[in-house]
């Protein structure tokens, strides 16, 4: 196979010899020279940005431990999270079941105006899920549809800590006692999503 390539001088009117001697390389790997190409100043400026960059970050987050790393800010949020969304012992001791018709039919109101939308009147579901049924993610006892409509979930449930505890309590009531047709667990289950 013939070689084409040219000579530089043929290719180029403003080929400068004495300029490329200057820039190559003294080694050379079985007859192949190389030339000294250094990168571009603008790129070696970003490298050398990068590299204090990173000496920064080092120094704030591992040598003199200024700022949290991401598993100290994880646990620190979830702290914050459960500080936000616990309830306390007083709150879980009061929270039962409701029996009385004038509590459902407040219930009843409140699920109308602020959970029927999702849930369907009838609590058969639509974009929220179905209340009617036994297949509940967080559980069906009092404290868990307590929590679930107060706090909200995870899975788009929107929640409703701006009503007070006892219209929560009716609610709670009207869910289990009218629209649940399912057995009502009497134990708390645990939250956490299968």
């Not at 706090?151 to 788009?156: E, F, L, M, Q």
């Not at 929107?158 to 057995?183: C, G, H, I, W, Y």
Request: net charge negative; aromatic share 12%.
């Amino acid at each position: 196979m013939e070689n084409t390539n040219k000579d530089p001088k043929e290719v180029f009117e403003g080929y400068n010899e004495k300029y490329d001697e200057k820039l190559m390389i003294d080694h050379d790997y079985d007859g192949i020279r190389e030339l000294d190409n250094p990168p571009p100043p603008w790129l070696m400026w970003l490298f050398y940005f990068t590299v204090f960059w990173a000496l920064g970050y080092a120094a704030y987050f591992h040598f003199f431990h200024v700022g949290p790393l991401q598993a100290e800010e994880y646990e620190i949020e979830m702290k914050e999270a459960a500080e936000k969304y616990k309830t306390n012992d007083a709150e879980t001791k009061s929270i039962v079941l409701l029996t009385d018709e004038a509590s459902l039919n407040a219930g009843a109101a409140t699920y109308a105006k602020s959970c029927a939308d999702c849930h369907g009147p009838e609590g058969k579901g639509g974009i929220g899920v179905n209340l009617t049924d036994d297949k509940w993610l967080y559980g069906n006892s009092v404290k868990n549809v307590f929590e679930t409509i107060k706090n909200g979930t995870s899975k788009g449930m929107t929640s409703f800590a701006s009503l007070p505890d006892d219209q929560l309590m009716q609610v709670t009531s009207f869910v289990l006692q009218k629209l649940n047709t399912a057995e009502t667990e009497t134990d708390t289950t645990d939250n956490t999503e299968n």
